[in-house]
């Protein structure tokens, strides 16, 4: 068991990170949605897509309601 561990520790290491990135944007979209603001992170006033429409309806990108309350 330790010399697998010794063998491929880089590659833990790394999973690791790209997993902790990973699960750091995902906290940090689902905080955003249940403060309200945009899952992009722009301000939505300002934003040149958040105004047009898509069959009638907002674009789903954009202006989204908080889905978590």
């Known amino acids: 068991m330790g010399a697998f561990i010794s063998e491929n520790f880089s590659t833990m290491a790394i999973g690791a990170v790209v997993l902790g990135i990973i699960a750091f944007a995902l906290v940090r979209t689902i905080l955003n949605l249940r403060k309200g603001r945009s899952p992009c992170g722009c301000d939505c006033e300002k934003c040149a897509a958040a ?14 309601e908080p889905v978590f309350k």
């Open 51 to 64: 105004n047009k429409k898509q069959q009638g309806k907002q674009n789903p990108q954009h202006g989204i």
